[in-house]
């Protein structure tokens, strides 16, 4: 009998637990069904993080739920996934993350979503670093620069990431070189997404650091200036905060102390309010190293206690490595070198295998393998722009030798009409001066005639006077006629 009660409550409790389970996660889903579109994926992302970080059965289960909702090549599926991958990568699951995220990279390869990729792809880049295998992300970021070539925008994406990851295993002449090259494209690019945004964040302060460590201060604050600006202008706190802390650290190195720790100090208020353990870890860092340098030994054992207390928090293990190295200088200054030496000790075991010889080999030699690739490619095009110029220069002079001798035709039909012209104008003339000359003798003739005519005239004037007019004659007669 009691058995059979304790039955009937347990099934009586899993009921509870299923209703539970199933009202939660419909819940969830008449969530997301309510807003946007646009504002959908974040709220995914945001609120499975939370279950996900909650790591209870419960939430498990109300994850599991809601992704049978959705189609699995949808963006709400993208974003559940995504929450699932970042876990797994903070659990430093690194080769789950990366299985998880390859789905998720293929789905907005099928939506044709290339920022959503792109910053999945740099995901999976990222967590082969955190495996120590930055050959793979290499190698992946090689051949993914090798497929978006010729396109400004694609182009830019992956450059800053190939640049920032030579940054990272301290190969700063390379990461200097991509980082350049990325900054060509830059100025091409007119978008204002988010995904273009960060990336120029990212180029303008690591461009910042690079000239630093160089010591190009001018170029240095150049970049940080920029990048800040840019940050401001997008209201991204939380890349305010990156580049003043590395403007801190500028300002510590050329000795403006006071700059430097107000700076320091503004950096802490922005990654406060982004909730960035690693950075806050980081900047309080560096105001203990910089309590140092001034000699103020209790101040510098505030802030790295306070750092070394983050890190822990934290999970990160270069912030972990880093706040260690900052216990190690306080206990050094101080000559507690007993307590110091565990401190080192405990930061080179966490420092990251990824600056080994044999990785920088092997990113040097996937970079030669692009690199002779991207020249026989280039040798290839350079073949097919010599052959097209050595076509368009033939027909260049086929055109110039068509235009020479219809030149010449040109030319000579117009001496030949120049030339008839002139001997028309010659025969015009002679038969005008014939003319002239016929009409000057035409003139003569009748000048000479007229004075004949007029002389014989002036003649038969001269006899007619001289002679009996008819009436004398006929008067004479008749008075001879009458005598008779």
Known sequence: MVLRFKLVIAVFLALVCCLKVYSQKDAFVQQIKKLPIELRQQFIFEKSKELYEDDTLLARKEINATLTYFNANSLEYAALLESK?????RSKKHEASIEILKQIQN???NLNNFDSEINTFNKICDNYF?????????ELLFKKLKLVEGDDYKEFLVLVKIGVLFKEIKNYPKAMEYLILAE???YRINSSSETIVNAKLSLLKNLGVLYRNKDDFTKAIFYFSKGYALADQADNTKYKGIILNSLGILYKETKQYDKAIATYEESLLYKKE?????????TY???GDLYLILKNSKKAKEYYLLSYDIAIKSKSQSAVSDANKGMFNLYDFLGDYKTAYPYLKRAYQLQDSVYSTNSAEE??????????EKKQKE?????????????????KNKERNLFIFSALILALLLTLSVRSYLQKRKVNELLSINNKLINDQKLLVEEKQKEILDSIQYAKKIQTSQLANDTYIAKTLERLLKKD
Do not use: F
């Open 274 to 282: 982004n909730n960035n353990l690693a950075g806050l870890s980081n």
């Open 85 to 89: 991958a970042l876990y797994l990568m």
């Open 363 to 372: 990113s040097a030699r996937l970079e030669s393998i692009y690199n002779n």
């Open 379 to 395: 040798i290839e095009i350079s073949k097919i722009k010599t052959q097209n110029l050595e076509r368009s220069i033939a027909s």
């Open 130 to 138: 955190s495996l120590n295998e930055v050959d793979k992300a290499m």
């Open 285 to 287: 860092n560096n105001l």
């Open 107 to 109: 789905i907005h390869v």
């Open 184 to 186: 060509e494209k830059m």
